[in-house]
Nanobody
Framework: EVQLQASGGGLVQAGGSPRISCAAP??????????IAWFRQAPGKEREGVSC????????YYADSVKGRFTISGDNAKNTVYLQMNSLKPEDTAVYYC?????????WGQGTQVTVSS
């Protein structure tokens, strides 16, 4: 069974630049061939898509709310996808989840909390 491990969240001041990671140790295929997405869910709100990458297709996506501030990247050798978050705002506070999309199913990580203080 594929397991995704999200990490790197925490309490950050507004304007900060943390990086969160999503790793899939033991995933038997090349990460580059699949789409990996970051979603987030703030208290009382629905889960929303933040960013997505498929390196093999040279495809990246960013929600308008994070475009220009967040950067998604991947390290195929480590089966890890990163989300570099810059210029954080209090409204970026949420639990961030990674999502691996394959032809046989989708997999979710456990989420990592990012809290931005003003």
């Amino acid at each position: 069974e594929v397991q995704l491990q999200a990490s790197g969240g925490g309490l950050v001041q507004a304007g900060g630049s943390p990086r969160i990671s999503c790793a899939a140790p033991g995933f038997p295929y090349d990460f580059d061939d699949y789409a990996i997405a970051w979603f987030r869910q703030a208290p009382g709100k629905e889960r929303e898509g933040v960013s997505c990458i498929n390196k093999g297709d040279r495809y990246t996506y960013y929600a308008d709310s994070v475009k220009g501030r967040f950067t998604i990247s991947g390290d195929n050798a480590k089966n890890t996808v990163y989300l570099q978050m810059n210029s954080l705002k209090p409204e970026d506070t949420a639990v961030y989840y990674c999502n691996l999309i394959t032809g046989w199913g989708t997999y979710w990580g456990q989420g990592t909390q990012v809290t931005v203080s003003s």
